[in-house]
């Protein structure tokens, strides 16, 4: 180990071998130093903010958030929207590009998937906070009942409960299966006894042979099969939430395409967020390298255009639609109450991201960061401006209301956050968080003649 | 109908449910023993030994159901106007009043603050037992500084030894002060002063006691005379409040409204500096300025003299008044008064060619330093017009007792120490008469000479301990009117009895029974042969109605109980002949020069129907009702115009101080165009200081509008001088604090309060045919609507309920909004909580300000009310949204709701266009005692569900049970929705919209008819609205 050690840091330029991927990325399991401590505590902390929050309102009363008579959705709903959109991109990269074969997922499929299957976690708990008697969250489940009591099959917010909780079980199963050769790798070198256990009865008996591969590869491609569909539809169903009802502002039919590409957009972003420290954190600069993020930035530019295109035609179909309380309402946005939370959407989603057609910006990791926490806040105010806008001019003046954000909102928001950062603060020490099997596909086998001289991607 | 029978059944049946609550699943001795516990613990809490032989219902009473209310006919007492009502009880409980539809003044329906007089009953700061004041009021260091009074219980025994040796023994004076009292008391009263030598004084600052003088000149009695707008075709009004709070509003609301609805509608003018209620109401609304008001009448005068219509006046009389109106031209008057000189013509033109009219003055146009010449010179108008003993009545006068200058002489003599005892009742002189006549430290010199004290008592009679009964000596616990006996003679010879409604609460006694008490103990019995004062009050009621008995005397006496009273048609008013007093001609008819300085600006203190003169304050229903026109709750606020704010650098809902010589009040601003710019606009009533924890937590300490007015009485009339004293007004530091429920007041084009424009004389006729301008949207209305739509028409086999509401009728008094509160349980949440947007109020009265065009090309103020409770739509955008079913459509066209089924999700909220849904952020309690007034026939709603109004869907299953067991249908007008039931002016229709033939479905079929949003949504509402009417001014 000390020697491939030694190669590395001696041969920047050599190809990414076999045994340095195992070595790199398995590193990142051995025993946790203060840093990741440290931020596994502040995560804990940020949890127990939200969690006593939450817990301070259902004492209380709903009334503890800030919403009020025309305003019946608010942050809770935004968080909701904000966390389901970030989880879309793992599936994305991990099932959609993986049918098409794009070579620049593998690095980073994994991580995006762990984000996908956390962010479902975070995203799932805000309906449930939000409802005024949470403790009867369960009669949202068709569960079979004396009374024959049944939910109500038209609403939205039932087929939410379908399509979220759906979206989990497969993206959960799909990121579960592709973890599994990983984990072998990690059990054949696991110290502890803990360790020893948990990845050997979670890597379900994987010896690593002929059989075994080609059963992972068609279960593999079969997953991915069955979660492509979700990416579009996932989002669509939580679009037609607004798109279903008649509130101005919400009653569009392109929500659902652009609800798709917003979430993707934000993913994407996510992604850059989470991957450029971890990738710092655990020198992974060889495996996870600016082709990526060059990729990436790319992607984030077309969706940046699809969600620009869906603002520009929204305001284009209340124009044309020439109903008066669309046209208020889009009057609204950018000249009302509250045009910051328009115009900063619109810089952080259509103006900023415009930077990246600058080729070296794509590569520019500090200036991609940076980028990354504008368009996942630029994402969280469109998110705003749809739910709280929408509810503040609806049809009958003398109802029009304004909002006041309650610190307990504030407080179970930054909680979510300490949820999901408690569970990848802990997903990278327990598991391989960059797919050791999958960046072994594109970089040279092992061979006696030694390496094609190519870094992953850069061979497809 | 029962006498005290079936009261003393009521606190039994209470100490039944507070036993079985707390007892389940005991046995039967257990049960027994418990309630014999809770009984006494009950008994106990009512401090009256007599109650604890409480037993429960071992013979029931037969008119005792338990389920099945009972009904009491009374009388309302909180303004002199004498509505009957009736008092609905459970269980011995009163529940609700809703008008008597027997008696002639209200015909069923009830204002806001009549129907709050429950929260009179249980307020739960109400004097619960006599009470002593502990510190010596003449050691006090400062005798005119505030006071720190403290009260002890004293038995009512001790309490009447006390009385009876001041009384007996004083040398001075003994005064017993009083506001508007019944008939009964007031002939009590009346013996009383006679046998113990007291004189009386009344003082209530409501009472018109301007008008009434003017009469006295015009007319040639005193009193406030009886109008009849539904006969007048014109009607000009100097800034009497009477859709609001002026004299009898509920019966002048409705005479407006079956004006409207007629063939010939009135066409109704309102000139004052601040929209009222009134004005909102008006064809034209005219602003004027402070003070003016007389020269607009005189120059009306003189129109008519010119048109040769002089009615009754002699010449002599003709010629004093060509005099007086000489030189007055429309140029000048505009000038002086601001109104636009193409108004001034055009109410000229309406008055002369009008064959009925009706010119009024009244309210604070009236309460000004200088009233008589403004109310002699509309008195002459109508003199003029001929109105007298048409829509005039001055057989019919109703004459006020109060007297602001016994008062103000009163004062003197308590200073002056000629005042031995000092006995109030039914008035808060300390609160309502102006701080700075000195009642606080006069209260406290009674039985004083110089510095040396001799036996001198302070009695407050009294209800709750407010600021004038915080200053006496002694506190005898008083029934409220739902407890006690009395009755009301009406201006047409009708007489309204009140009687008890449930056994009293705690241990108090009638106003009656503490007087004879009084007499008695000081060996001079008043009351002849009665022995107490129920008796009196029936000895009394025979006497009045005198040979109009039918039947034995109990039989007669039952069914009086049951009715309410004796309900006479009224006299047809014969037409009067007219004597002008020659003193109307020697008043001064100028108008003040402005005595203004930089910065000062006329203060405009206007009674509201949330507070009245501040006896309303302590009633949290009408304390989070919305004002009407400022949609203001919970305290006052200071109605600025935009142009006096911005160069006193005020904005709206600043702090602002309103400061005179006398004192200060810190309010909010409530920054509008509808008030003149000199004047600062103020509902009187509240900042109170005592009263209870409601009057005072809305006051935040601002301090009450009368501590402002000036040590000085009007001229010519026996009344204080509310209007006109001139105020500094500065900004003060932070927020004012205002909340309001509409900040938005245009409708921006979304025709949601529409209105019909009518030209020309023959106005109804073509307002009934023609219908809405807005001829574009004829699908809209009820009748002719074809849905497309992808499902089926829903199915309504037996009833389909439905409403309409004339906003032509509807004058946005917000009598509903306070019936659907004690109906249906809605919590009163406080101001922070409405600050937050989280009112629970099932029907708001959206008040918007739009213009309607004029002939000319101008464009007149037009002020809409729009009732929106849940319009129960057939395509309720509500109903699919909802994940767990809780809010569906039921086979009766109804959209129901089930609050235990809700999980709280809001979506149905969002999704309801017309934002009728409530949510209950909290779980919202109510105070101990006014839980009392809780409906055992709806559900308290827990924390987390959503509400909304069901149209009292309790009423509609009553009406159907009654229904069945008869065999039949419901019958059209069977339900009344406790809105529909109390709305004054009967804007509100409710019935069965399958039956062609039903009110509702004849109004949801008018032309007027129109359905809000529908068009643009296509929900289907079942709430049809028939557009408002108006001039073409």
């Known amino acids: 180990m000390e020697h491939t050690q030694n190669q590395h840091d001696t041969h920047k330029d050599a190809p990414v071998t076999y045994a340095e991927v195992n070595d790199t990325v398995l590193k990142m399991l051995e025993p946790p130093g ?100 949470p403790w009867y969250a369960l009669w949202l489940m068709p569960y079979p009942n004396q009374r024959a009591l049944w939910p109500n099959f038209r609403s939205p917010l039932l087929w939410d409960v379908f399509a979220v909780s759906t979206y989990f079980t497969i993206s959960a199963t799909f990121f579960f299966v592709g973890l ?253 968080s960059v797919a050791i099997t999958e960046i072994k596909e594109i970089i040279p086998p092992p061979m006696r003649r030694g390496g094609h001289g190519a870094v992953a991607g850069h061979n497809h | 109908m029962k006498g005290d029978n079936g009261q003393l059944n009521g606190s039994q049946s209470e100490a039944i449910v507070s036993g079985a609550a707390g007892l389940v699943q005991i046995s039967r001795r257990r049960f027994l023993q418990g309630l014999g516990v809770s009984s006494a613990v009950g008994a106990a809490a009512c401090a009256n030994p007599a109650e604890q032989t409480i037993v429960p219902y071992v013979k029931p009473d037969p008119e005792q159901i338990p389920g099945v209310a009972a009904w009491y006919s009374s009388t309302c007492t909180e303004c002199s106007a004498g509505c009957g009502i009736r008092v609905r009880t459970r269980e011995g409980r009163a529940v609700k009043i809703e008008g008597n539809p027997n008696s002639p003044v209200n015909k069923g329906s009830l204002c806001g603050l009549g129907q709050a007089a429950l929260q009179s009953l249980y307020d739960p700061d109400r004097l619960r037992s006599p009470q002593k004041q502990t510190a010596d009021r003449l050691k006090q260091d400062n005798l005119y500084g505030p006071t720190s009074q403290t009260f002890a219980q004293v038995s009512w025994n001790d309490a009447y030894i006390k009385i ?124 004027s300025n402070v003070g003016s008001e007389v020269r607009l009448a005189l120059f009306l005068v003189g129109k008519l003299i010119e048109r040769g219509r002089v009615g009754a006046l002699d010449s002599g009389a003709i010629a004093k008044l060509t005099q007086l109106t000489k030189g007055i031209t429309a140029e000048a008057v505009e000038e002086e008064t601001g109104v636009s000189k193409q108004k001034l013509l055009l109410i000229a033109d309406y008055l002369g060619e009008s064959e009925t009219s009706l010119v009024m003055a009244g309210g604070a146009a009236t309460s000004t330093s200088d009233p008589l010449p403004l109310l002699v010179a509309v008195n002459l108008l109508n003199v003029m017009l001929g109105n007298v003993g048409k829509t005039v009545d001055i057989a019919a006068m109703k004459k006020p007792a109060s007297s602001a200058q016994q008062m103000a002489t009163l004062i003197k003599d308590m200073e002056a120490g000629k005042v031995d005892v000092l006995v109030t009742y039914g008035t808060n002189p300390q609160f309502t008469f102006p701080s700075a006549f000195g009642y606080r430290g006069a209260s406290n010199r009674v039985g004083v000479t110089g510095d040396s004290k001799k036996a001198g008592l302070v009695v407050a009679l009294a209800s709750h301990l407010d600021e004038t009964a915080e200053l006496a000596d002694v506190v005898l616990p008083i029934h409220t009117n739902l407890e006690d006996w009395g009755y009301v003679k009406l201006t047409d010879g009708s007489v309204s009895l009140i009687q008890p409604s449930m056994r009293p609460i705690f241990d108090t006694k009638s106003f009656g029974d503490v007087l004879m008490d009084i007499a008695f103990n000081s060996e001079k019995p008043i009351g002849g042969e009665s022995k107490s004062f129920d008796a009196y009050v029936k000895a009394g009621y025979f006497k009045a109605v005198g040979t109009k008995v039918t039947g034995s005397a109990d039989e007669f006496w039952m069914s ?68 009407p026109i400022t949609q203001a709750v919970w305290g006052a606020w200071a109605e600025i115009h935009p ?78 001088v509310l209007t006109g004293t001139l105020v500094k007004v500065v900004r003060a530091p932070g927020s004012g604090n205002l909340v309001t429920v509409q900040d938005f007041s245009s409708q921006e084009g979304r025709e949601l309060a529409r209105t019909s424009v009518v030209v020309g004389g023959a106005a109804a006729a073509t307002a009934h045919a023609h219908g809405s301008e807005h001829g574009g949207h004829g699908e809209a209305h009820g009748g002719g609507h074809e849905p497309k739509q992808m499902y089926e028409q829903r199915e309504h086999p037996v009833y389909e309920w439905g409403l309409a509401v004339d906003l032509a009728a509807c004058t946005g008094c917000s009598a509903c909004v306070v019936a659907c509160s004690a109906e249906n349980n809605i919590p009163v949440v406080g101001k922070k909580v409405v600050a937050q947007g989280r009112e629970m109020s099932w029907i708001r009265i959206e008040r918007y300000y739009d213009s309607v065009p004029t002939e000319d090309g101008g464009e007149e103020l037009k002020v809409s009310f729009l009732p929106m409770m849940c319009q129960h739509c057939q395509n309720a955008p509500c109903e699919p949204v909802c994940p767990v079913y809780a809010t569906y459509h039921n086979e009766e066209g109804m959209n129901a709701m089930i609050y235990n089924r809700c999980v709280g999700t809001r979506y149905c909220s969002n999704n309801c266009s017309y934002k009728v849904r409530r949510f209950n952020w909290f779980q919202y309690e109510w105070p101990e005692l006014l839980d009392w007034q809780v409906n055992p026939d709806v559900t308290k709603r827990t924390v987390g569900v959503m509400e909304k109004c069901t149209f009292c869907v309790q009423r509609i299953a009553e009406a159907k049970d009654v229904a069945k067991d008869l065999g039949r249908m419901v019958k059209d007008g069977e339900i009344k929705p406790a809105c529909v039931q109390t709305c004054p002016t009967q804007a509100l229709t409710f019935g069965n919209l399958k039956d062609p033939h039903s009110k509702v479905s004849v109004a949801a079929k008018s032309e007027r008819a129109y359905k809000v949003l529908d068009h643009h949504l296509n929900t289907q509402p079942a709430v049809s609205y028939l557009s408002d009417i108006r001039y073409k001014a």
């Open chain 1, 34 to 133: 203060t840093g990741w401590f440290l931020l596994l505590f502040t995560c804990l902390f940020f949890l127990a903010i939200g969690a006593s929050c939450w817990f301070y309102q259902m004492w209380s009363g709903f009334g503890e958030s800030g919403k009020s008579h025309p305003i019946g959705w608010g942050t809770y709903i935004t968080n909701f929207v904000f966390w389901v959109g970030i989880a879309h991109s793992g599936t994305l990269i991990s099932a959609v590009l993986y049918l098409f074969r794009a070579a620049f997922r593998q690095p980073i499929y994994r991580l995006a998937e762990a984000m996908t299957v956390f962010a479902v976690m975070t995203a799932g708990l805000f309906p449930i906070i939000h409802l005024g008697r």
């Open chain 1, 180 to 432: 599994i050769p990983d984990i072998a790798a990690a059990r054949d070198r696991a110290t502890t006894k803990f360790r020893k256990a948990l990845y050997g009865v979670t890597c379900l008996g994987w010896r690593g042979n002929h059989i075994q591969w080609k059963h992972f590869q068609a279960a593999y491609l079969i997953f991915a099969a069955f979660a492509t569909p979700l990416v579009v539809s996932v989002h669509s169903v939580v679009s037609w939430d607004f798109a279903m009802s008649i509130v101005p502002g919400w009653h569009a039919t392109i929500f659902p395409p652009y609800f798709v590409a917003g979430a993707i957009f934000s993913g994407v972003a996510m992604v850059i967020t989470l991957a450029i420290p971890l990738r710092k954190a655990f020198g992974l600069e060889r495996l996870i390298t600016p082709v990526h993020f060059d990729a990436m930035s790319k992607l984030i530019l077309l969706t940046s255009g699809v969600v620009s295109y869906s603002y520009i035609t929204e305001f284009y179909t209340a124009w044309f639609s020439n109903n008066p309380f669309e046209r208020f309402q889009f009057w609204f946005r950018p000249f009302g109450e509250f045009w910051l939370a328009f115009w900063g959407m619109t810089f952080c989603n259509c103006i900023f991201p415009q930077l990246l057609w600058v080729k070296s910006l794509r590569t520019n990791i500090p200036f991609l960061f940076v980028l990354s926490i504008f368009i996942n806040i630029g994402m969280w105010l469109e998110r705003f401006n749809i739910i709280f806008q929408s509810l503040t001019r609806e049809f009958i003046p003398a109802a029009w209301g304004g909002y006041n954000f309650s610190w307990v909102e504030v407080g179970i928001t930054v909680g979510a956050f300490g949820w999901f950062g408690m569970w990848m603060t802990l997903f990278i020490k327990f598991f391989p």
């Open chain 2, 164 to 287: 009876k040796k001041n009384v007996d023994n004083a040398t001075g004076k003994k005064v017993l002060l009083t506001g508007e009292l019944t008939s009964a008391q007031a002939e009590l009263v009346g013996e009383f002063t006679q046998q113990l030598g007291f004189s009386h004084i009344v003082w209530d600052p409501t009472q018109p006691v301007a008008v009434a003088k003017a009469s006295e000149m015009v007319y040639g009695s005193y009193g406030v005379p009886t109008f009849s707008l539904d006969k007048a075709q014109v009607v000009v009004n100097f800034g009497a409040d009477f859709l609001e709070t002026w004299s009898n509003p509920v019966g002048y609301a409705r005479q407006w409204a079956d004006s409207r609805r007629s063939e010939s509608p009135l066409r109704f003018i309102h000139i004052e500096p601040r929209l009222s209620l009134t004005g909102a109401n008006a064809d034209m609304w005219a602003k």
């Open chain 2, 560 to 627: 009086s109980l049951e009715k309410g009273g004796l309900f006479t048609s009224p006299a047809k008013a014969a037409p009067a002949s007219v004597s002008v007093n020659a003193a109307a001609f020697a008043l001064s008819f100028g108008i003040e020069s402005s005595r203004r300085s930089g910065g000062e600006l006329v203060l405009y203190p206007y009674p509201s129907v949330k507070s009245f003169d501040g006896r309303a304050a302590n009633r949290p229903w009408l304390q989070e009702l919305p004002d």
């Open chain 2, 643 to 720: 142009e006096t704010a911005k160069s006193l650098h005020i904005a709206q809902g600043d702090a602002v101080i309103i400061r005179t010589d006398n004192g200060e009040v810190h309010v909010p601003a409530y920054v509008t165009e509808h008030v003149h710019k000199g004047v600062v606009a103020v509902p009187v009533g509240q900042g109170h200081s005592a009263y209870g924890r409601f009057a005072k937590s809305a006051a935040e300490g601002s301090g009450s509008v009368y501590s402002l007015l000036p040590n000085k009485l009007a001229k010519g009339a026996d009344a204080i």
